[in-house]
């Protein structure tokens, strides 16, 4: 008969629930993991979605933590079949004339990034070079940063400053610390002076989880998505799901109970404490310790547990938590006979190589446009895209000779939409994409796709429960972060509710692939359970 009390219950199979169940199993907690589908991993996730042979990663691709990540290291993941690709030229853009594309090298070229910059300006490839390498010093600090629970406040306290931190980093870059206080745009205008340069990193601040471009106060965004992720970037050999795979093994190799296709309806209240979960086929597993969700905010606390069991406070804090509008996707994915051949090729034949090819953009007012449609809940336009096409880096993700092409459309929140208005999108979106690509790169005709595909923010919402098709389980904004996220007395991962903790990406440090939330998590549970530092603490490391 199968075991229905453990100390601990996890409540999410995706990567956070994963790396809190690992440390604590490696601890000696009897601790069991529930993953709702038949997958574990969540958004970690890999699939034919085109035709056979062909791996798309249709959520996470750019994984732009693992070299800083205590779980990558502690469990030594390489050796469980997580090998990464480094690719060298990190993103590109094209443009529709033809004219030099822009590039951006990973973090030990900074000089051929300058270079590409100093193609349209002298004073932007000095800046590259200035503010990059500062950024490359600054590594510790943000990954300290990542890895360490937020200051805890509760209700009636005066809420800790998320500001704080960030205007100092700003004075340590030599920028004014105001810039703070600015928006992403404003930091890139200021810095940057080329049209061209100004446009690839504005796409590159979206995709990296900035909030709204043009939001004053989200400068401190400016830092981390332009100049300190990207040059970080590295792929999966075999895709996404392999990183998964390994996680999911290091769990089993330290003793954690695995169960799969075991969805929670509810969260089990026993003496004012939560005390266990109901799955829904009417299962009952206890947990004389702990339960920890590692699922959407909402979810947990208005589905699992019960608006019932909540203060006024944590009730409306919970229902006016944000899910986008500004961190929705659709995915396109795309089986092709062979890789785009950009006009811009002419000039730098890099472009053809860049990992993140960013497309469909003529100027820096085309990506703000785009921006602006889906923030206001409207299809853009202009249907560009950043694609990836990792076939390129790694032949193994398609069949010999032929290639893989994902990428990211920013779209409006799943509600903007009817779901009849969707499955048009996902019938006509493509073919206005691949009309406009035909601009940049003249062999991306209908000939050379093989099949293709659109996964909607409908589809993230229902499939993976990401609310909204939200990919940060919950806007990356000011008002969401650090201390802040997802609110007073929930921000230190346990919750007023007894014997509840929040491990997911609704905690800081929010979405990506980081492992971080599940971590800090485990780091304050620690400290409730009376396990030693040792558990997580590696000495060569300080977070
Ligand atoms: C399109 C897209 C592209 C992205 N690209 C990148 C990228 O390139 N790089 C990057 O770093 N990040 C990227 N992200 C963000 C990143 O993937 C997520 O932030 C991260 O995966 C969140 O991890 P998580 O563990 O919090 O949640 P999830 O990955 O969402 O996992 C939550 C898990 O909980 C399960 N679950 C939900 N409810 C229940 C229940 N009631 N019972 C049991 N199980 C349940 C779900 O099935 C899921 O497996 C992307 C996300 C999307 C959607």
């Known amino acids: 008969m199968s075991q229905t009390e453990h100390d601990v219950i996890i409540i999410g199979g995706g990567h956070h629930g994963l790396t809190a169940a690992a440390y604590l199993a490696r601890a000696g907690v009897d601790v069991c993991i529930l993953e709702g589908r038949h997958e574990w991993g969540g958004a970690l996730y890999t699939a034919e979605v085109t035709a056979p042979g062909f791996c798309h990663n249709i959520h996470a691709n750019f994984m732009e933590f693992l070299h800083v990540m205590p779980f990558f290291q502690d469990f030594d993941l390489p050796s469980l079949g997580a090998r990464t690709i480094y690719p060298e030229i990190q993103a590109g853009i094209a443009f529709k004339d033809g004219r030099p594309p822009v590039l951006i090298y990973r973090n030990d070229m900074i000089e051929e990034t300058a270079k590409s910059f100093a193609v349209y300006s002298k004073h932007d490839a000095e800046t590259w070079r200035d503010l990059k390498t500062k950024a490359n010093q600054l590594e510790l600090i943000v990954s300290a940063a990542l890895y360490t629970p937020p200051l805890k406040w509760n209700q009636g306290e005066t809420p800790p400053s998320p500001l704080l931190p960030a205007h100092n980093l700003f004075s340590l870059f030599g920028l004014d610390e105001e810039m703070a ?46 100049l300190v992720m990207p040059g970080c970037w590295r792929m999966m050999v075999g895709g996404t799901h392999r990183l998964n795979g390994a ?48 699922i959407g905010l909402k979810d947990t606390f208005l589905k699992l547990l019960g608006e019932e069991h909540l203060s006024p406070y944590a009730r409306r804090r919970t229902k006016n938590f944000k899910d986008g509008p500004d961190q929705v996707l659709g995915s396109v994915a795309m089986a092709l006979h062979e890789p785009p051949k950009y006009k811009s090729a002419k000039w730098d034949p890099g472009i053809d190589r860049a990992w993140y090819q960013v497309v469909g953009y003529d100027s820096a007012k085309d990506v703000l446009d785009y921006c602006r449609a889906g923030h206001c809940d409207r299809i853009p336009e202009l249907p560009a895209a950043a694609v990836w096409i990792n076939s390129l880096w790694d032949a193994t993700q398609a069949p010999a000779g032929k290639h893989n092409l994902t990428g990211w459309y920013f779209f409006p929140r799943a509600s903007a939409l009817t779901e009849a208005e969707w499955e048009e999108v996902r019938e006509t979106y493509n073919e206005k994409f691949l009309t406009l690509y035909g601009e940049f790169a003249p062999n991306m005709t209908r000939d050379n796709v093989i099949a293709d595909y659109l996964h909607t923010p409908l589809d993230q919402h229902r499939g993976m429960r990401m609310r909204e098709g939200d990919f940060g389980h919950g806007a990356m904004s000011l008002d969401q972060m ?62």
């Open 181 to 226: 206080f600015k928006s992403v745009r404003d930091c890139i205008d200021e810095c940057f002076e080329s049209d061209e340069v100004r446009a690839l990193l504005y796409r590159v601040a979206i995709e990296f989880a900035a909030p709204s471009l043009e939001w004053p106060g989200s400068g401190y965004f400016f830092l981390f998505a332009c």
């Open 482 to 543: 650090m201390g802040l996220r997802p609110f007073a007395g929930a921000s230190h991962y346990g919750t007023e509710v007894p014997g509840l903790y929040l491990a997911g990406s609704c905690t800081h440090p929010g979405g990506g692939v980081t492992a971080a939330c599940g971590y800090n998590a485990v780091k304050v549970l620690c400290e409730d359970l009376g396990l030693p530092q040792s558990v997580w603490q590696n000495p060569a490391r300080f977070y």
């Open 247 to 294: 996680m999911v093994t290091a769990c089993i190799k330290s003793g954690a109970t695995m169960r799969e296709s075991s969805r929670v309806r509810r969260i089990l209240m026993e003496g004012g404490r939560a005390a266990g979960v109901e799955l829904v086929d009417g299962k009952r597993l206890m947990a004389r310790k702990a339960v920890v969700s590692a």
